[in-house]
């Protein structure tokens, strides 16, 4: 009998080397290389056996009928929003989120909704038993629905059970990294069982036109854990995105096929499970005072929706020898450069205090938008006067203090005088496309802007 040869496969990357060292070559992780069985079926290497002659694949040109995607609405507006407007037939999806943010809760709540539609849904829990998934049914008010619900973790036996009945509409495999295939070698959770158990499970939903959720494990780093080829399988990426200290959860949508990318749902986690928040800039401004200082609100744009979110800042004297520099919610190397803008370019220093900013609500930003909104935050904790409690702003700025544009500018402002706001800051190149009832004001240069909130306290600050 041959004897089978091993491989060692990195865990992060799925990179393959011939011999185990402790650090992966190609992306850099340490303890990461596990040896595993070479083996030819799927997900595995080419199979030594002989090749047979290909067919001739017909080739045809970009012209033709094309036909928009059929969807399956859920009913769950938050949900709809972000996958596109409904789930594809036929399409793969993967979830990604923390251990207990909610993953579970919002995919047996889909399930749920789909049954109650009329369509064929199947919940399949490798890491639950029947019991504690009714449990939580039971808790969330969804006993009713006609949920098919099983558990297991074969493959094998999944498509199996899959294929002794009428295709399902949805189905759900909670997670994708405790299942495991025969056909590969290796426990389950390694790099080739993830990518074997995916890769069967997407061909069969492509085939029955069965719409695919695959729940994925994250990292420490926050990252789908897996092979990253799992990710250019699936049609869309999803991340679960919360803080245990709040009680609002974020699906924010990272690759999509058939729609836009960086939507985002807003849900509120509650005792009878998670509910919509219709108004979500409501949530994120909370229960602001008027006369803070340190506090500004950026209009924002997350995919399509405007959202408008408070920014605090807190500015206070060091009497360390390299001040602190603190950030939640927000990008710590862009705070840098805001600060060194500030300092270079305004003549506002902030070398001699520790700086602290705080993405109310604890929402992440990943938007070059929020510059002219951290700016205004921060020059107003170091000078100590409030900002108007009704305007708001946005806009980049560069390294030169330009006050560069951004984009859906009449969408943000559009939010903003829907909740009251009547003043706004904002790139003058924007302002061709303000045509409502809010008084804008246009900067050029960050400058102008201190200028402004100095002649308020009637001596620039310059410490």
């Known amino acids: 009998m041959a004897r089978r040869s091993t491989s060692f496969v990195c865990q992060s990357c799925g990179a393959v080397t011939t011999k185990w060292t402790g650090r992966c070559e190609s992306c850099g992780d340490w303890n990461t290389i596990v040896e595993e069985q070479t083996g030819g079926g799927v997900g595995g290497g080419p199979a030594k056996t002989k090749l047979t002659k290909g067919r001739i694949v017909p080739l045809v040109g970009l012209q033709g009928d094309t036909k928009e995607a059929p969807r399956i609405k859920s009913g769950i507006a938050e949900l709809d929003r972000v996958t596109g407007g ?14 207990g943010i909610g993953k579970s809760t919002l995919l047996i709540q889909a399930a749920a909704a789909f049954a109650r539609l009329g369509h064929r849904a199947v919940y399949i829990s490798g890491e639950e038993a029947i019991a504690q998934v009714r449990l939580r049914a039971e808790r969330l008010g969804l006993s009713d629905a006609p949920v098919a619900l099983a558990a297991e973790t074969s493959v094998e036996d999944i498509l199996a059970t899959l294929q002794d009945g009428p295709p399902p509409a949805l189905l759900i495999l909670d997670s994708i990294q405790t299942l495991w295939t025969e056909q590969a070698d290796s426990p389950p959770g390694t790099v080739t069982q993830v990518r074997a158990s995916a ?16 729940v994925g494990h994250v990292t420490k780093d926050g990252q789908i854990a897996g092979p990253r ?3 250019h399988m699936v049609d869309a990426v999803m991340y679960f995105e919360g803080d245990g200290a709040h ?62 979110i408070e920014i605090q800042a807190l500015v206070a004297p060091s009497s360390l020898g390299t001040p602190r520099r603190a950030v939640i919610g927000w990008d710590s190397a862009r705070l840098s450069m805001i600060l060194a803008v500030l300092e270079a370019r305004c003549g506002v220093r902030f070398s001699q205090h520790d700086v602290y900013l705080n993405v109310a609500g604890g929402l992440k930003i990943n938007e070059p938008g929020a510059d ?3 700016a205004a935050a921060l020059v107003s904790s170091l000078s100590g006067l409030a900002l108007p409690a009704n305007c708001v702003y946005f806009g980049e700025v560069s390294l030169s ?32 496309d303000t045509r409502m009832d809010i008084v804008v004001t246009g900067l050029e240069e960050l ?7 100095s002649a308020k306290t009637g001596a620039k600050q310059s410490v």
């Open 86 to 99: 409904g789930f594809v037939r036929g399409s793969a999806l993967l979830v990604g989120g923390d251990p």
């Open 199 to 214: 890769q069967a499970m997407v061909r069969y939903a492509k085939k029955n036109g069965t719409t695919l959720v695959l």
């Open 229 to 231: 080829v799992v990710e």
């Open 247 to 308: 009680q609002y959860r974020i699906l924010r949508s990272v690759k999509n096929r058939f729609g836009a990318t960086d939507e985002i749902g807003v849900f509120e986690m509650t005792g009878a499970g998670l509910s919509e928040v219709a108004n979500p800039s409501a949530l994120f401004l909370g229960e602001r005072t008027g006369n803070s200082p340190g506090a500004a609100v950026f209009a924002g744009l997350e995919g399509s929706r405007p959202l408008l």
């Open 372 to 374: 002219l909104a951290v």
């Open 401 to 432: 203090a330009a006050i560069r544009p951004v984009a859906q500018a009449p969408a943000r402002l559009k939010e903003a005088q829907k909740l009251g706001f009547d003043k706004a800051f904002c790139p003058k190149a924007n302002l061709k």
């Open 447 to 453: 400058g102008d802007f201190v200028a402004k909130i």
